[in-house]
């Protein structure tokens, strides 16, 4: 997973997920329930991608992947900025895709997350699953 159209693809494919560009014309932010879990560069090479992350295991990817850095114009602790250029192995950044967006629901309110899963037929949104 280390180009644009399959990271796009998986952001996307997280119930309820939306794309918009409220930065500028080439930062692709992903938001559920409007709040942001992703942004991916549209135009650099290698594809710089930042996801929302539990602060400890941030330091944790930071120390062991060279391709891992604390997140780009966003807080340090609860954001990685990965590069993906063929270091990470795929199944990594998918997991970090995933934990970002449960992160994010988790952090919804229950009303959001009931009105999530609801729109979106996942009754485990509630949970933090999916």
Not at 13 to 37: I, N, Q, R
Not at 99 to 105: G, I, K, Q
């Amino acid at each position: 997973m280390h180009d644009l159209a399959t990271v796009r693809a998986a952001l996307l494919a997280k119930p309820g997920a939306e794309e918009s560009f409220p930065f500028d014309a080439v930062t692709l932010v992903a938001k559920v329930a409007g709040k942001m879990f992703a942004l991916v560069s549209t135009t650099e090479s290698p594809v710089p991608l930042s996801l929302k992350v539990d602060p400890d295991y941030g330091e944790v990817l930071r120390a062991t992947y060279p391709a891992i850095q604390p997140g780009y114009h966003l807080h340090k602790r609860h954001w990685v900025s990965l590069t993906l250029d063929e270091s990470l192995p795929p199944a990594l950044v998918q997991e970090l895709i995933d934990a970002s967006y449960r992160l994010v629901v988790r952090g919804l309110t229950r009303a959001a997350r009931a009105q999530l899963a609801d729109s979106t037929g996942s009754p485990k949104l509630d949970e933090g699953a999916a």
